[in-house]
């Protein structure tokens, strides 16, 4: 692959920096006046495990970000692209992706992320290419929580202490890197979402989730086929109330067809890319949901 061409010069006036713990709030601020979910440990998240830039005016004010998260020495995630309403149409978006790239790709990773529609458009030009595509199924009234019972063999339980190494094993086979540290992070937030399918005393699938600004978000979920990865919704919606969210892979359609049927209704669409490459590092059949477009 080519060398990636570096950002061009900033507007006069707008600096760049890296992004740091005094930011929190004002990060909390651009991605609320976006209309986004993520709360103050979510960009926590990026700082203690990734890495961020801010783009700040004459007068120190933080006005657009980007934040990077690597994955076990393979791939990068790229997200949080966000220009205050005021500064919006200067190129800072543009800048701040293309130094994301030229960032990712100077450790030796490969950069990834998920878009909308709008920004497909955009990362196309940046030679991002589609791997898969997926939606987001949103509930925005408690339902009675279905009673789905669990595959033969299967038991859906609460995540114990005692799970996390056979957990994060299961899960770096699934993603395509291991994301241990992050998993940790999620697993805090939402503890009603944090189940785990064993069966013969091993990982057959897991889900967690954790709270947003806006709805609570589930996902990452893993599992050896569909029957488990609904046992395992099926659990979550029993303790999580509404609102929540969840980003559901197109190719898994009956998980996403059931889900409809309980009256979760497709939001927004979205399209993992990757960077000069056309194929994604996940295992397509056990990843039914993302923890979420910032996250992958």
């Given amino acids: 692959m080519a060398p990636f061409e570096p950002p061009a010069a900033l507007p006069e006036g707008v600096r760049a920096r890296p992004l740091v713990a005094a930011d929190l709030a004002p990060a909390v601020l651009l991605s609320q006046e976006a209309g986004w979910n993520q709360t103050a440990a979510d960009w926590r998240i990026f700082l203690e495990l990734g890495a961020g830039i801010g783009l700040t005016d004459a007068d120190g004010g933080l006005i657009a970000t980007v934040a990077t998260l690597p994955y076990g020495g393979r791939f990068a995630w790229i997200s949080m692209v966000l220009v205050t309403a005021r500064h919006r149409r200067r190129g800072l978006a543009t800048w701040l992706l293309r130094q994301a790239i030229v960032t990712i790709r100077a450790q030796g990773l490969v950069p990834a992320l998920d878009a909308t529609p709008a920004g497909r458009l955009v990362y196309l030009g940046l030679d991002f290419r589609d791997a898969w595509s997926l939606r987001r199924l949103v509930l925005s009234e408690r339902l009675r929580a279905p009673a789905i019972a669990a595959p033969a063999g299967n038991v859906i339980r609460a995540l114990e202490a005692a799970d996390w190494p056979a957990l994060e094993a299961y899960d770096a086979a699934v993603f395509g890197a291991a994301r241990g540290a992050f998993l940790r992070r999620l697993a805090t937030r939402l503890p009603a979402a944090a189940l785990v399918a064993a069966r013969a005393g091993r990982i057959a699938g897991y889900l967690l989730g954790r709270e947003g600004r806006v709805v609570s978000q589930l996902g990452p ?11 395992l919704v099926a ?17 898994h359609r009956t998980l996403g067809a059931w889900l409809e049927q309980l009256g979760l209704v497709a939001e927004r669409p979205w399209t993992r890319m990757v960077h000069g490459q056309d194929a994604a590092f996940d295992d397509a059949a056990r990843l039914f949901a993302i923890a979420g ?3 992958g």
């Fill in 221 to 231: 979920l893993a599992a050896e086929d569909e029957a488990i990865a609904q046992a």
């Fill in 235 to 251: 659990g979550a919606l029993a303790g999580v109330a509404a609102p929540l969210a969840i980003d559901i892979a197109d190719r």
């Fill in 293 to 295: 477009p910032e996250f």
